[in-house]
């Protein structure tokens, strides 16, 4: 089951504030988020594993909420270089495989 | 290598054709996994590898795709008689270890069938 991405896109301006949430009706064993540019390779964010933690590196975080399925991608004082599609793929025990989400263009304008 | 490597970059097939599509992996990268991304949407898992072992091939969408890693390393991912909605980016990712861990991905070799 595809995990649900919301919102599909978000316009901002540079030094705005964005957050991105990723639902499933299935239980997971952890997130992972990855931001993909036109015409480029999928790039690793971050995991976050089940145990509702919370991690972040530079000015981008986020969170997982085991219990509601849900995870959330924050992204603080956005620069130029944010913009992109971001993916979260979720992977359920055992299963090695990730399941991604619709995606959400981020597009970050001067 | 310093990333994975997929080649083609582009390939346009007439229908019916055969393709194959290669992957090379991070060296040392035991797990490597193939998904087929169609425009505007998310990475659809195809397959996975643990060396060269084929562990899942649950997402195959027909016989027509067949996938092999012989020998733990490079991958090919091979379509019989392609069909127009075959047509997508094929994106190769490896990882050092199995679950839980970051995978990197190539840059994909986007198949046109016409």
């Known amino acids: 089951q595809q995990p649900v991405q919301s919102p599909q896109a978000v316009i901002l301006r540079e030094g705005e504030d964005a957050v991105i949430n990723c639902s499933s009706s299935k239980a997971l064993y952890s997130v992972h988020w990855y931001r993909q540019k036109h015409g480029e390779a999928p790039v690793f964010l971050m995991i976050l594993l089940k145990g509702g933690e919370q991690k972040g590196h530079d000015k981008i975080s986020a969170s997982f909420n085991e219990k509601k399925q849900q995870s959330s991608l924050y992204l603080t004082a956005s620069q130029l270089s944010y913009s992109g599609t971001y993916f979260c793929g979720t992977e359920r025990s055992g299963a090695q495989k990730l399941v991604f989400g619709q995606g959400t263009r981020l597009t970050i304008n001067p | 290598g310093a990333g994975v490597s997929q080649s083609p970059r582009y390939k346009v097939a007439k229908r019916g054709q055969d393709v194959a599509l290669r992957c090379d992996p991070i060296?040392?990268?035991?797990?490597l996994f193939w998904y087929q991304q169609a425009l505007g949407q998310g990475p659809e898992f195809l397959t996975y590898f643990q060396n060269e072992a084929q562990l899942d091939k649950s997402g195959l969408p027909s016989d027509r795709f067949f996938a092999e890693r012989p020998e733990g390393s490079v991958s090919t991912l091979k379509i019989q008689r392609t069909q127009q909605e075959d047509s997508a980016v094929y994106l190769c990712?490896?990882?050092?270890?199995?679950?839980?861990?970051?995978?990197?991905f190539g840059q994909g070799t986007r198949l046109t069938v016409v």
């Open positions: 990712a490896s990882s050092l270890m199995s679950g839980n861990t970051e995978a990197f």
């Open positions: 060296s040392g990268h035991v797990s």
